[in-house]
C-alpha cells in the first residue's frame, strides 16, 4: 500500500501563494495517477485537481482553475500542488490521493476511485 505524507500547509494571508507537498514511499509515482482534495470545516472532500501517471495530463476544480498548478517531482517521488492568489475559500485541510493506473494518460477525479490517502496538511488563508 502506497504511504502519503503531505507538507507544506499553514496560515497565510489573502493574496499569498503556498506550495504543498506529497511525498509517497514505498512505490514509484510514475505509475500512480495522483490527486489533491480539500475539506472545509462542516463540509465534504472535494476534488482539487489531480495529474495522470505520466504526468502530462491535468485537470483541475473550476475554483481553483488558473491559481493551481499540479506537478509531479520525479527526483522527490511527489506529487505537488502550487496555489497562488489564495483567499479565505481555499482554507481546508488538503489531502494527497494515489491510485496505481496503467494507463499513463488516465486521470482520476472521483475520490472513490482513489486507493491511498495521506492524513492531510492544514491551509489556513487570513482575510
Known amino acids: 500500500q502506497v504511504q502519503l505524507n503531505e507538507s507544506g500547509g499553514r496560515l497565510v494571508q489573502a493574496g499569498d501563494s503556498l506550495r504543498l507537498s506529497c511525498t509517497a514511499s514505498?512505490?514509484?509515482?510514475?505509475?500512480?495517477?495522483m490527486g489533491w482534495f480539500r475539506q472545509a470545516p462542516g463540509k465534504g472532500r472535494m476534488f482539487v485537481a489531480a495529474?495522470?501517471?505520466?504526468?502530462?495530463?491535468?485537470l483541475y476544480e473550476n475554483a481553483v482553475e488558473g491559481r493551481f498548478t499540479i506537478s509531479k517531482d520525479s527526483a522527490k517521488n511527489s506529487v505537488d500542488l502550487q496555489m497562488t492568489s489564495l483567499g479565505p475559500d481555499d482554507t481546508a485541510m488538503y489531502y494527497c490521493?494515489?491510485?496505481?493506473?496503467?494507463?499513463?494518460?488516465?486521470?482520476?477525479?472521483?475520490?472513490?476511485?482513489?486507493?491511498?490517502w495521506g492524513h492531510g496538511t492544514q491551509v489556513t488563508v487570513s482575510s
Open positions: 514505498n512505490v514509484i509515482i510514475k505509475n500512480y495517477a
Open positions: 495529474i495522470s501517471a505520466s504526468g502530462a495530463s491535468a
Open positions: 490521493a494515489a491510485s496505481a493506473m496503467p494507463d499513463p494518460r488516465k486521470i482520476i477525479i472521483l475520490s472513490g476511485n482513489y486507493e491511498s
